[in-house]
Structure formats: C-alpha cells, structure tokens
C-alpha cells in the first residue's frame, strides 16, 4: 500500500507543479488529507526537492514578482509568504536580492490610483495612507509616496 500511496501522491505533486510553483506547506496541506499518508508524504516532497522540481525559493520568487505586478508592497509580500509556510529566511533572501525600488512602486500606485495630484485636505490623505498601507507599503514609503513630485528634485 505505501508503494501505491508513494506513486499516487507523487503523481498529484507532480500535476500541481507542473501548473505553478508551490510552497512544501501547501503540498503538504492539500496533499496530506489522506490517513497515514504523513510519512510518506515526507518522503515525497523530500525527494522532490532533491531532484529540484519543488522549491521554496523558487516559489517565493514567483509570488514576489508576481505581487509586485500587481503593485504589492514588501510588508504584505512577507505576511503572504509566511501565511503560505515559507521560512522567514528565504522571505529575507528574496526581499534582499530583489532590485524593485519600493519608493517609487508605492508612489506609482498611488498615482494610477488616484492621479497624479498629491490631496490637499486631510481626508484625501488618509484614504490614500490606508489604501497603500494595505497594499504593504511602510510608512517611510508612504511618505514619499505623498510628497509632491517636485520636491523630490
């Protein structure tokens, strides 16, 4: 039975990879609902990883381009990672080696939301603060983000 159970969630593992990258956690999570296949599942992904068709690395540096398309700042990039089960070191490592200037995302952002004009009145500032604070922006970010174009000169 584990001989099939092997092949089975191997098999599974390699169809869900073969679509997209996948954190172990979250193999483990879909992958484990079977009963007893816990050990075995072990074995699975760990000999995945040594014939690199799994990688959280990899993985993280999907997620991370892809959230910076979508113009995702690094504190929510970082929850998502940890949310997804990647270790914190290689969340650290893909931030670090990652060249994408976050200042100038986080005023991109701003600008494609809500124009070019940085807001007057308080108001306007602070639905604009919320929206990149939710989008993962740090308020030294945010900050530069706000100011006007031509003091930045």
């Known amino acids: ?19 997209r990258e996948y954190s172990r956690a979250e193999l483990v999570q879909r992958l484990g609902r079977l009963e007893g296949a816990e050990r075995v599942l072990t074995a699975v992904l760990d000999q995945l990883l040594q014939q690199g068709l799994q990688s959280d690395l990899r993985y993280a540096q999907s997620l991370l381009r892809s959230r910076v398309s979508r113009g995702q700042g690094p504190v929510r990039i970082v929850q998502e990672l940890r949310h997804k089960g990647v270790d914190a070191s290689i969340s650290d490592t893909v931030l670090s080696g990652c060249e994408q200037d976050w200042f100038e995302l986080a005023r991109t ?25 939710y989008r993962g922006f740090t308020q030294e970010q945010l900050r530069y983000a706000m100011s006007a174009e031509e003091a930045d000169y």
Request: no cysteine; net charge positive; glycine share 2%.
């Open 109 to 133: 952002v701003r600008q494609r939301r809500f124009g070019l004009d940085v807001p007057e009145d308080h108001r306007a500032q602070a639905k604009q603060w919320r929206f990149l604070l």
């Open 1 to 19: 039975m584990s001989d099939e159970l092997m092949h089975q969630l191997r098999q599974s593992a390699l169809m869900m990879l073969s679509r």
